[in-house]
């Protein structure tokens, strides 16, 4: 299975934008990098995913080197509402359903 | 409404009571997924059906977990004898497609159970 590592925790201040960097130094061939936010309280949300290169919507951005050994989910002009966990995963191709987590990244978003 | 839905949202039980916690998938969803977040810690995977069928369960703690999706739609996961380190919040999601974890899932709000 595919393990990542975040940084347990960042701040940043309203309006600067916010890069949040995932390893995944065992990604399989097949596998998607995906990211959801998470609000206390709530359960996740879906916020992007991609293969390669870069993928952006209307929330976030997500930058893959060629290695794909990592990935960055940027967040531009962060406010207040930004402040949450955001989770890097990795799917798992090797015949199994579980989906693997791990802690998260806790945002900070100050005024 | 369109999400993911779950019930109770909460849940108070005696150590050793039975708890059956409730989730009512997108409409159409094949994949439903039950997972386990403790305080502060990222949600853990339980277990997951393709339809009816349960084909992973390995995430499942012990012989006290069952889950069970009887009609392809709404899934039970059911906790026998409960004890204090059940205590956890209890996420679903359910993805549109079959396979795993490369499809984006919706997760419902999750029921927070509290065993005293």
């Known amino acids: 299975l595919a393990k990542t590592t975040q940084p347990i925790s960042m701040d940043s201040y309203e309006g600067q934008e916010v890069n949040i960097t995932c390893s995944h130094n065992?990604?399989?061939?097949?596998?998607?990098i995906t990211w959801y936010q998470q609000f206390p309280s709530q359960g996740p949300r879906f916020i992007i995913q991609?293969?390669?290169t870069k993928v952006t919507n209307e929330v976030a951005s997500l930058f893959i080197p060629a290695d794909r050994k990592s990935s960055t989910l940027s967040l531009p002009r962060v406010s207040l509402s930004d402040t949450a966990v955001y989770y890097c995963?990795?799917?798992?191709?090797?015949?199994?359903?579980?989906?693997?987590f791990g802690a998260g990244t806790r945002l900070f978003v100050k005024a | 409404g369109a999400g993911v839905s779950q019930s109770p949202r909460y849940k108070v039980a005696k150590r050793g009571q039975d708890v059956a916690l409730r989730c009512d998938p997108i409409?159409?969803?094949?994949?439903l997924f039950w997972y386990q977040q403790a305080l502060g810690q990222g949600p853990e995977f339980l277990t997951y059906?393709?339809?009816?069928?349960?084909?992973?369960k390995s995430g499942l703690p012990s012989d006290r977990f069952f889950a069970e999706r009887p009609e392809g739609s709404v899934s039970t996961l059911k906790i026998q004898r409960t004890q204090q380190e059940d205590s956890a919040v209890y996420l679903c999601a359910s993805s549109l497609a079959t396979s795993g974890g490369n499809q984006p899932q919706h997760f419902g709000d999750g029921t927070r159970l509290s065993i005293l």
């Open positions: 409409s159409g969803h094949v994949s």
């Open positions: 995963l990795v799917g798992d191709t090797a015949g199994g359903f579980k989906t693997i």
């Open positions: 059906f393709q339809n009816e069928a349960q084909l992973d």
């Open positions: 065992n990604i399989a061939t097949n596998d998607y």
């Open positions: 991609g293969y390669k």
